[in-house]
């Protein structure tokens, strides 16, 4: 099946900093999701993005399809950011079964 | 609109026992999908129902089931418990099916059952 490799696996980060997750997937994808896993275990949407670039506030995601890759901005991050992100992909073959990486665990101090 | 709810929140039982999970989708969503969460596995997929009907599983034991109403909700089904069913249960709900292939799917999760099996 199709591989969801994440990176870094745990950041660390001073309020106020930029960082960029990123998001490797093996094959090719109809769809693709990043989530926010908050510390209750909620999973917060917080893109749909199967192709090109988004932004919401301080974040943006960016998926190049053909490249097999997609990256999360966060600008300027606050402590709530902490958790952690995960993207998810849907192959666009076969059972279609979403897929998700290990995630990106974030911890932002104050 | 209100989001995905999940009950109950919080499920301790013991080896052996079964369970049952109930998932409520957004309203108008026809699709319910469920996951499995541990830190050993990470997020993995069980099963999906689309109006009524198992249309994909993953790769899990018989033990695990579901079923889908009518009305969209969806129930998930543990039998003979064992210690590595402890996990976060996670439903998602999508207005779409997962074989609408190029159609845009979109998931939204509930906020999970907790299950301790001891």
């Known amino acids: 099946g199709i591989q969801v490799e994440q990176s870094p696996p745990d950041l660390i980060l001073q309020e106020g900093a930029n960082s960029t997750l990123r998001c490797n997937f093996s094959d090719s994808v109809n769809n693709l999701q990043w989530f926010h896993q908050n510390p209750w275990g909620q999973l917060i949407n917080l893109f749909y993005i199967p192709s090109g670039t988004k932004q919401n506030g301080r974040l943006s995601a960016t998926t190049v399809a053909t490249e097999r890759y997609s990256l999360l901005y966060i600008s300027s991050s606050q402590t709530t950011d902490s958790g952690v992100y995960f993207c998810a992909v849907q192959p666009s073959g076969g059972s279609y079964i979403p897929t998700f990486g290990r995630g990106t665990s974030l911890i932002v101090h104050p | 609109k209100a989001g995905v709810t999940q009950t109950p929140r919080y499920l301790i039982k013991t080896r052996g026992q079964q369970v049952t999970l109930s998932c409520s989708p957004i309203s108008g969503h026809r699709s319910v999908s469920w996951y499995q969460q541990t830190p050993g596995q990470g997020l993995q997929f069980l099963f999906e129902?689309?109006?009524?009907?198992?249309?994909n599983k993953g790769n899990f034991p018989g033990r695990f089931s579901g079923r889908q109403f009518s009305n969209s909700r969806s129930e998930m089904n543990v039998s003979t418990l064992e210690l590595g069913d402890s996990a976060l249960y996670l439903c998602?709900?999508?207005?779409?099916?997962?074989?609408?292939?190029?159609?845009?799917?979109?998931?939204?999760f509930g906020p999970g059952t907790r299950l301790t099996v001891t």
């Open positions: 998602a709900s999508s207005s779409l099916g997962l074989a609408s292939g190029g159609l845009s799917y979109e998931q939204y």
């Open positions: 129902y689309f109006s009524e009907t198992q249309r």
